[in-house]
């Protein structure tokens, strides 16, 4: 599966093999993140991805999103679940590197041998509560 971190994307052998042709959006709201995304954005041989410099809180999300990846601090993750619960279609794939969503239990935690990003929490979108 394809990672995007707020422009860092990593294509995997896996992905070539199987092809993967989805879009992928990516964004960033500070400045500086934003243009090391669009140097890196030069040098990726990604073609299937679109950066933005935007609050993602404002974005309204696709109806068509199958996963979501992030890497946000946990403060900012709190304000971002309530907008993946109403947005996204429950059963959703959603990934954060390093960081734990408050009040998500993960579906799977993986130890990464990484000191930037030591683990990965793996969480499905919940059903919504009516
Ligand atoms: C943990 S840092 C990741 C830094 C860097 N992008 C990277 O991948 O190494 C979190 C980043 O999320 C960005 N950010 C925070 N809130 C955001 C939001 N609502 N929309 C888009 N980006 C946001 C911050 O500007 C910051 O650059």
Request: hydrophobic letters at 40%; charged letters at 20%; one cysteine or more.
């Amino acid at each position: 599966m394809p990672t995007i971190d707020n422009g860092h994307y990593r294509q995997t052998n896996a992905d070539k093999q199987s092809g993967f042709t989805g879009r992928l959006r990516a964004y960033e709201l500070s400045p500086i993140p934003w243009f090391v995304m669009q140097i890196r954005r030069v040098f990726s041989t990604c073609t299937n991805l679109r950066l933005f410099r935007a609050n993602f809180l404002k974005v309204p999300i696709r109806g068509e999103t199958k996963a979501v990846i992030c890497y946000l601090h946990s403060e900012v993750l709190e304000r971002v679940r309530p907008k993946l619960e109403r947005e996204l279609a429950p059963g959703t794939l959603f990934v954060s590197n390093v960081f734990e969503v408050p009040g998500w239990i993960p579906e799977a935690v993986h130890k990464i041998d990484c000191s930037f990003c030591p683990q990965v929490y793996v969480y499905r979108v919940p059903a919504k509560v009516v």
